[in-house]
């Protein structure tokens, strides 16, 4: 009986509509912050993640009143080149910074060096940072820079979808729809879509033709995807 109760409530917060993205909204314009991360900076001084609006907004200022380039959240200077980048970053690490330690494990996982990259992501994780548990699902899952173990993975991409975000609940529903466990992978895409997530829509169209959701449900999520898609556009950002 307990175990059963603890998972009710274990799927009560899985799924649970969250309010908003891991990534949050701008610190600056109060915008959420598009799912691209093509469309948005963190800064290595404060580890505050910028939107492309606000961030060409400031530089237009700056160069129209020939000031000096600074950051646009908390006004220093920018770093001129790498090793000042990597320093900021690194003392940012070292002041138990979740966001700088999940940055310095990206970089350490691109360069092959998994096991350091494990320990930043842990750490950040440890700390509440939502992307550093995604990928150590992804991390445990491929046996890199750690031993392969499937329960640790499916905790941490579920810690993840609990924290918001989008794919990694689009990837527990892969998972639960490959164990035909069809429901739960439906009610993960329809969430994941509600952010804005552009492959759990492929995947409730194909769900669609399976018969697992019907046409005002499909029509629902697709109306609710544009809603949040619409709700990170500015005009600076565009």
């Known amino acids: 009986a307990c175990k059963k109760r603890a998972a009710a409530l274990r799927d009560e917060l899985?799924?649970?509509q969250p309010e908003s993205t891991h990534r949050g909204d701008c610190p600056i314009c109060f915008i959420p912050l598009s799912l691209d991360k093509q469309k948005s900076s963190m800064a290595s001084c404060c580890s505050k993640l910028v939107?492309?609006?606000?961030?060409?907004?400031?530089?237009?200022?700056?160069?129209?009143g020939r000031l000096g380039y600074k950051c646009e959240f908390c006004r220093k200077a920018l770093p001129t080149t790498k090793e000042e980048s990597d320093k900021q970053r690194m003392k940012r690490v070292g002041a138990n910074d979740p966001v700088a330690?999940?940055?310095?494990?990206?970089?350490?996982?691109?360069?092959?060096?998994?096991?350091?990259?494990?320990?930043?992501?842990?750490?950040?994780?440890?700390?509440?940072?939502?992307e550093a548990h995604n990928l150590l699902s992804r991390m445990y899952n491929n046996g890199q820079g750690v031993e392969k173990d499937?329960?640790?993975?499916i905790h941490h991409v579920e810690e993840a979808t609990i924290g918001g975000?989008?794919?990694?609940?689009?990837?527990?529903?892969?998972?639960?729809w490959n164990n035909d466990h069809n429901e739960r992978a439906v009610k993960h895409w329809?969430?994941?879509?509600?952010?804005?997530?552009?492959?759990?829509?492929?995947?409730?169209?194909?769900?669609?033709?399976?018969?697992?959701?019907?046409?005002?449900?499909?029509?629902?999520a697709l109306r609710a995807h544009q809603a949040d898609v619409d709700a990170t556009k500015s005009p600076q950002r565009k």
């Not at 975000?165 to 639960?176: C, F, K, S």
């Not at 997530?197 to 492929?202: G, R």
């Open 14 to 16: 899985l799924f649970e």
């Open 51 to 64: 939107c492309n609006g606000c961030t060409y907004a400031n530089q237009k200022r700056e160069y129209e």
């Open 101 to 130: 330690m999940y940055q310095e494990g990206t970089f350490q996982f691109e360069d092959g060096n998994y096991e350091r990259s494990f320990e930043h992501f842990i750490k950040a994780a440890e700390l509440g940072h939502v």
């Open 150 to 153: 499937n329960g640790k993975a």
């Open 165 to 176: 975000h989008p794919t990694a609940r689009y990837n527990l529903g892969v998972y639960e």
């Open 190 to 220: 329809i969430i994941a879509a509600n952010q804005g997530e552009d492959d759990s829509i492929k995947a409730l169209m194909h769900a669609f033709r399976r018969g697992f959701v019907d046409k005002d449900g499909l029509a629902a």
